[in-house]
């Protein structure tokens, strides 16, 4: 398989293409006229660091969107900053995003975090920490060059961040977030595991998290309001999550 571009990101949250489609490598050079395709700022106009590799998938109207989140978590320091990160879908359709204030992108939100309770077939008890996320259509046409999520539920400082790629399974994106912790019984910190439509980044319309461990996914695992779109993890910080298929269905696993 012949690979015509590679997308890397940078500390000042630049998200560059390299043009790799000439058969010699002298060819190769940065795309977009040397460019970046996006740089990532939040809504204080603060650039985003880009330290987890970025992931690519298929758009359905031609060229491809590319997934990241921002954060690092490298020095010592870093564990304090505060900074709002945030995940991103950018739509690579030939052409720079050149605007800086994310007007081009549809946004999602985390709308509600909270602790539900959810039963099984026997009446059994399964509590977990969980959120529920917007589901806004993209405007495409309209448009739109892709989504973003900024990593803050309400009534919450910022702080999480993402340092670990992405899995893209069918229409779905799954990644895990950081949130650095000096509370010696979380590990480091806590993360959260996301799963949101990878076209849009909106909510799910059915449970994929199996809350009552029965290895079904149904109304049982539905809770109170919407289908859940993350799920807090009870291991401290986690790794790009494992994507197992049994017997046809699907799992998402917790660590790698």
């Known amino acids: 398989m012949a690979v015509d571009a590679v997308y890397a990101g940078d500390l000042q949250g630049n998200l560059w293409e390299f043009d790799l489609s000439s058969t010699s ?3 190769w050079q940065l795309a977009n006229s040397g460019n970046p ?4 700022r939040n809504s204080l106009n603060e650039v985003q660091p880009i330290t987890s590799q970025p992931q690519v998938g298929v758009h359905t109207d031609g060229g491809v969107l590319v997934y990241f ?3 690092q978590y490298l020095a010592n320091s870093d ?3 505060t900074q709002v990160q945030t995940y991103y879908a950018i739509w690579d359709n030939g052409l720079p995003i050149s605007t800086t204030d994310r007007s081009q992108l549809q946004q999602q939100s985390i709308t509600l975090q909270n602790r539900q309770t959810f039963l099984d077939a026997n009446g059994n008890e399964f509590s977990f920490d969980v959120r529920e996320s917007s589901a806004n259509t993209v405007d495409y046409a309209g448009g739109k060059r892709g989504w973003y999520m900024d990593l803050q539920p309400p009534a919450t400082a ?3 961040r ?3 790629r992405s899995l893209l399974i069918a229409d779905r994106v799954i990644f895990v977030t950081v949130v650095p912790s000096t509370d ?3 590990a480091g910190g806590v993360s959260w595991l996301f799963e949101l439509n990878s076209l849009t980044g909106a909510r799910l319309e059915n449970s994929v998290f199996d809350f009552n461990n029965d290895g079904a996914f149904n109304g049982l695992d539905a809770g109170v309001g919407p289908p859940k779109s993350a799920l807090k ?3 401290g910080i986690s790794k790009t999550p494992v994507y197992l298929n049994t017997r046809g269905g699907s799992n998402e696993g917790k660590d790698t």
Not at 37 to 40: K, P
């Open 25 to 27: 490598a002298a060819g």
């Open 69 to 71: 989140g921002t954060g």
């Open 79 to 81: 564990s304090a900053n």
């Open 184 to 186: 010696r019984c979380e």
């Open 162 to 164: 993402i340092v670990s």
């Open 37 to 40: 395709l996006f740089t990532a």
């Open 233 to 235: 993890l009870d291991i």
């Open 158 to 160: 910022g702080g999480e």
